[in-house]
């Protein structure tokens, strides 16, 4: 199916309920990003930009680069990361990290946000990347952002479904707007509109 909801055909499928071994591990903790996440935060996102088709980025970060994203995330858009501490408890290692944007820079825009999510591929299926999307949403209802907007290549199940599953409702899709790895991609757009606290 090609129709507008037919890029959001997976959402309907039922869900598998979660068994234990499903579950986040105990030892993630979510936490704001530091200066110090920066290596482990770009090796989890330039993996997707050079390799797949979950973000329609094409230009990895390097150290530099990195760095200014960062810089750019100023208070009202936060970034947070999902940290497994080691064994011994002496480092905790980013397993995930998640983001607020600007949606876009015209000012009747500013109390309306774009999300990322990236969970590490070791760590996927495990209910990660939903405390991180959750932790966003409290954020961004802290900030007093009055909405959320997620853009998601149309295939990419996993983040429809984790959007869903976080209150995103399916507003449309785009039919190839985006051209990566060799062929064109439809991006599906979800929101959240969010409750004032
Ligand atoms: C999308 C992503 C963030 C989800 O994080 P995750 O920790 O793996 O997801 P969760 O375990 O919290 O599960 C989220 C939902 O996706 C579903 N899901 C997970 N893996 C799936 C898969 N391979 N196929 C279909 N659905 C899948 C889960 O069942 C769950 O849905 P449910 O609540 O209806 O059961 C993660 O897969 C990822 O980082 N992918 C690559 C980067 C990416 O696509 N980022 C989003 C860009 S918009």
């Given at each position: 199916m090609?129709?507008?909801g037919?890029?959001f055909?997976s959402?309907?499928s039922?869900?598998?309920p979660r068994s ?17 996440d ?7 996102w330039?993996?997707?930009v050079?390799?797949?088709?979950a973000?329609t980025d094409?230009?990895p970060?390097?150290?530099a680069?990195?760095?200014e994203w960062?810089a750019?995330?100023t208070?009202?858009y936060?970034?947070?990361v999902a940290?497994?501490?080691?064994p ?8 995930a990290?998640g ?5 876009r820079?015209?000012?009747a825009?500013a109390?309306?946000?774009e999300d990322?999510v990236?969970?590490?591929r070791d760590h996927?299926?495990?209910?990660v ?11 961004a209802r802290h900030?007093e ?6 853009r ?6 996993p983040?429809?479904?984790?959007h869903?599953?976080h209150g995103?409702?399916?507003v ?6 985006a051209?990566?790895l060799?062929?064109?991609h439809d991006v599906?757009?979800?929101?959240r509109?969010?409750?004032p606290?």
């Amino acid at each position: 199916m090609r129709g507008a909801g037919g890029s959001f055909a997976s959402l309907k499928s039922g869900s598998t309920p979660r068994s234990p071994d499903d579950r986040p591990p105990g030892r993630v903790a979510l936490r704001a990003a530091r200066e110090a996440d920066l290596e482990q935060i770009a090796a989890i996102w330039n993996y997707e930009v050079l390799c797949t088709d979950a973000t329609t980025d094409t230009e990895p970060r390097d150290a530099a680069a990195q760095r200014e994203w960062f810089a750019r995330h100023t208070a009202r858009y936060p970034i947070v990361v999902a940290a497994l501490a080691t064994p011994d408890a002496t480092r905790d290692d980013v397993v995930a990290y998640g983001s607020l944007s600007p949606y876009r820079a015209k000012p009747a825009f500013a109390r309306t946000v774009e999300d990322s999510v990236y969970v590490a591929r070791d760590h996927r299926g495990h209910g990660v990347g939903g405390l991180v999307l959750a932790e966003l949403i409290r954020r961004a209802r802290h900030l007093e952002h009055h909405s959320i907007v997620a853009r998601i290549t149309a295939q990419n199940a996993p983040s429809l479904r984790l959007h869903a599953a976080h209150g995103f409702q399916p507003v449309g899709v785009e039919r190839e707007s985006a051209y990566k790895l060799g062929r064109w991609h439809d991006v599906a757009i979800m929101q959240r509109r969010l409750d004032p606290l």
